[in-house]
């Protein structure tokens, strides 16, 4: 095991390389960094909330609301569908979890189930998302399936990290950390994002974008009486023409879901600030077709249910292109673009817990971090060298050969060093020594036995070689289960040692191996130093 193979020289060497390449960075100011040649590495280890300072949520997903939404929706389907049949009811509504409509004409019952039978639409395997049932009085009653509901509700908290993510990723916070926390909730923390009210505002807003035709039949007297006929909504509104509240019709032309592309622009005409908008296919189409149809009508931009412009249609508007106007600022206005573009929240989240830490607790974390390093590599240098000898410094070097790599890998990886992550690079340290204490000890056995030196160095590899890989497995399982199953810190300190356990096996077998055989070869040496 000792020969000095063309594999191993290369292996350890091209590890060493690679170590300090990626590492490279982590030590050089953002001047320097920034005018290196592209084919060298710019990335840097991540410093995790607790080390760089930043802010931290917790959301809960607004669960009854989406399910809220989603019978409003079917309200409105039910609507549709009667009228399409020429089927004459009453009563429609929401109440205590279900959608209810009256059927006015007792024989016309049966035509309104059939019509009613496809409200829902998609067939899950369990069973249809809708249940449509007659109920006495000659109504019908359209409830969403329990099982629908709760695929429904993990659905949104699925969609809703992922529009979280892409929101903060367009702040330039690097690395947040977004997991989900229970069945409804959504932790965030965010490094280097010191106002967690500017993260809330991005984060928190739906930005549920719609457009819909004003309902101008209504008087203003009955709008703000809130009086409306089944078809419309009232809605409080921005826009002069109809402040403080707006009637539109319930019907949505275009929703959010056919943008494209949003932008902060300016008004030609008037250089305020706007956001430019495109759509795609379908929302051109329909875009095209309601501004031909309605031209001298207003048409009411709706976001989260409040009108923030009601314009006039002045010609039909074939491009797919437009523009929404309003009290913007160029602040406010971009951050619509970035809520628009990034997508709608499909229910609205509710903030439970935020919290801060200063760049200057983070700055007192990694000074504490340093110094715990460093003693505690100084004390397992100091033990090491004391205790072997030569063959110490051989374990020092491969222990300065491990970090390296370790912390190349970790800059490689993009990971987040958080303090528990510290306290993985420690454990690790540890671990390595203990793989050299194994060989040395099983060495120093075999030449008491009566070996020769390069006889018992050679089986002292070999034979410490099997405790060393079952005691480095069990730890790597370990870390995997942690890595799997953990969050947040627990994730950060599994991966940590997940990568230390590699490098350490490495350094502790591979490097002092050649440095020992490199040894034997210049000294011709008859008796270990260690014995």
Known sequence: MLALSRWKIILVLGSILFGLLFSLPNL????????????????????GLDLQGGSS????????????????????????????????????????????????????????????????GQLRAGGRDVTVTQAPDQHIQIAMASQAMDEDARNAVAQSI??????????????PDIRQQGADRITIEAPGESDPQKLQAVVGQT??????????????????AGRAPPDDVIAPSDDKFCAPVCVLKKRVTISGEMLTHAQQSFDPQTNLPVVAF????????????????????????????????????????MAGSGQISGNFTIESATQLALLLNSGALPAPLKVIEQG??????????????????????MLILAFIILAYGLFGVFATIALVVNLLVMFGALSWTQATLTLPGIAGLILTMAVAVDANVLIYERMRDEANAGRTAISAADTGYRRALTSILDANVTTMISALIMFSFGA????????TLSIGVVTSVFSAVLVTQLLIGWWFR???????PIA
Request: glycine share 10%.
């Open 28 to 47: 050089l100011p953002d001047g320097v960094l920034a005018r290196l040649p592209g084919f060298m590495p710019h990335q840097r280890l991540n410093l």
């Open 57 to 120: 949520l917790l959301y809960e997903v607004d669960t009854q609301a989406l399910k809220k939404e989603r019978l409003n929706d079917l309200a409105e389907e039910a609507r549709t569908d009667l009228r399409a049949a020429s089927l004459t009811f009453s009563d429609l509504g929401v109440a205590n979890g279900v959608v209810s409509v009256r059927i006015s004409d007792p024989t016309q019952a049966g035509a309104a189930l059939s019509a009613l039978s496809k409200v829902g």
């Open 162 to 175: 992922e529009i979280i993510r892409r929101r903060i990723d367009a702040l330039g916070t690097k690395e």
């Open 207 to 224: 930005a549920k974008l719609t457009f819909q035709m004003v309902d101008e039949n209504v008087s203003e007297q009955d709008a703000t």
């Open 278 to 317: 495109r759509l795609n296919g379908a929302g051109s189409r329909r875009f095209g077709e309601a501004t031909q149809q309605n031209i001298g009508r207003r048409f009411a931009i709706v976001l989260d249910g409040r009108v923030i412009s009601a314009p006039t249609i002045q010609s039909a508007i």
């Open 356 to 377: 801060t830490v200063g760049a200057e607790l983070g700055a007192d974390a990694v000074r504490a971090g340093e110094v715990s390093l460093a003693i505690g590599a």
């Open 488 to 495: 947040g810190p627990v994730k950060g300190f599994a991966w």
């Open 522 to 528: 210049v000294t011709r040496a008859k008796a270990l």
